[in-house]
């Protein structure tokens, strides 16, 4: 039988810690717990390396192997890789592996928009050139139909009962009688230039105008400020565009110019420093 040549010599506990890896290897269950036995023994100074092998005939030579071995292996130093090493060797094993394939990016519609262009799709991929003309001709009589609508929603739902237009800008004095053009009585002096009409034609502003109708009549004033008279505040300035009533008074300032119409379509220009009521 061979015998160890110093196991002895060695720690138990580096014997133990050396050969775990090769028991787990070369060992059966047996021979790792009669191994395990004698490094135990030895670590406690109970019996030396030689004591241990003539205690186990049976396996005596594989036990002195391993003692020997262990020893051996006790008395290196352990070898540890360095950082570089294990990088290097990381890089090495990547560059043995297939390369992955690379998806190319793919562009994401929005979820609720390009809904036109896969209506216009669908039409024409199914039927052709027919397709085609049926959707524009559908989507030209859409697009009518939505400018004409926001042209009457502009225009305030069009003339009114009494024949005039919406949206208004009125004068809110009450009690006002119809305009009409003083006449001149024989030996009394005229008290200011009265406006004689210069147009038979009133033609309305589409939608944006007084409302005239058979009591009330409007004023435009085109040029400077035209006035009108109240009896808490005095004269008052008018708007461009103003509703008379019966019983107004008004006037147009130097270098004014304004333009009363009638229902009947009649107008009357007011020259500057014109008063009426």
Same mark, same amino acid.
């Given at each position: 039988?061979?015998?160890?040549?110093?196991?002895?010599?060695?720690?138990?506990?580096?014997? =133990?810690?050396?050969?775990?890896?090769?028991?787990?290897?070369?060992?059966?269950?047996?021979?790792?717990?009669? =191994?395990?036995?004698?490094? !135990?023994?030895?670590?406690?100074?109970?019996?030396?390396?030689?004591?241990?092998?003539?205690?186990?005939?049976?396996?005596?030579?594989?036990?002195?192997?391993?003692?020997?071995?262990?020893?051996?292996?006790?008395?290196?130093?352990?070898?540890?890789?360095?950082?570089?090493?294990?990088?290097?060797?990381?890089?090495?094993?990547?560059?043995?592996?297939?390369?992955?394939?690379?998806?190319?990016?793919?562009?994401? @519609?929005?979820?609720?928009?390009?809904?036109?262009?896969?209506?216009?799709?669908r039409l024409t991929k199914s039927n052709g050139?027919?397709?085609?003309?049926?959707?524009?001709?559908?989507?030209?009589?859409?697009?009518?139909?939505?400018?004409?609508?926001?042209?009457?929603?502009?225009?305030?739902?069009?003339?009114?009962?009494?024949?005039?237009?919406?949206?208004?800008?009125?004068?809110?004095?009450?009690?006002? !009688?119809?305009?009409?053009?003083?006449?001149?009585?024989?030996?009394?002096?005229?008290a200011a230039p009265v406006?004689?009409?210069?147009?038979?034609?009133?033609?309305?502003?589409?939608?944006?105008?007084?409302?005239?109708?058979?009591?009330?009549?409007?004023?435009?004033?085109?040029?400077?400020?035209?006035?009108?008279?109240?009896?808490? !505040?005095?004269?008052?300035?008018?708007?461009?565009?103003?509703?008379?009533?019966?019983?107004?008074?008004?006037?147009?300032?130097? =270098?004014?110019?304004?333009?009363?119409?009638?229902?009947?379509?009649?107008?009357?220009?007011?020259?500057?420093?014109? @008063?009426? !009521?």
């Open positions: 039988m061979n015998k160890p040549s110093a196991p002895c010599n060695t720690a138990p506990s580096k014997h =133990y810690a050396a050969c775990l890896s090769l028991r787990k290897v070369f060992m059966s269950d047996e021979l790792e717990q009669r =191994y395990q036995e004698s490094i !135990e023994a030895i670590d406690d100074g109970r019996l030396s390396a030689e004591e241990c092998i003539q205690q186990q005939p049976d396996d005596g030579l594989e036990l002195a192997e391993l003692l020997n071995l262990t020893a051996h292996l006790a008395d290196r130093p352990r070898v540890e890789p360095s950082l570089a090493f294990r990088q290097q060797a990381r890089r090495n094993l990547l560059a043995q592996l297939p390369d992955r394939p690379v998806t190319p990016a793919t562009s994401q @519609e929005p979820a609720n928009g390009g809904w036109l262009e896969a209506l216009w799709e050139r027919p397709a085609q003309i049926l959707a524009i001709g559908g989507l030209a009589m859409a697009a009518l139909a939505i400018f004409f609508v926001a042209l009457i929603a502009l225009n305030g739902g069009g003339p009114d009962k009494d024949g005039g237009i919406n949206g208004v800008l009125e004068s809110k004095q009450p009690n006002l !009688e119809v305009v009409e053009s003083p006449e001149e009585t024989p030996g009394e002096a005229p406006a004689e009409a210069q147009f038979a034609v009133f033609i309305p502003f589409s939608g944006i105008g007084p409302d005239i109708n058979t009591t009330t009549a409007g004023l435009r004033t085109t040029q400077g400020v035209a006035e009108i008279w109240t009896e808490k !505040e005095g004269w008052q300035p008018l708007g461009k565009l103003a509703e008379l009533r019966v019983g107004e008074r008004i006037r147009t300032l130097d =270098y004014s110019e304004a333009v009363v119409m009638f229902n009947d379509g009649s107008q009357m220009t007011l020259a500057p420093g014109t @008063e009426i !009521e």
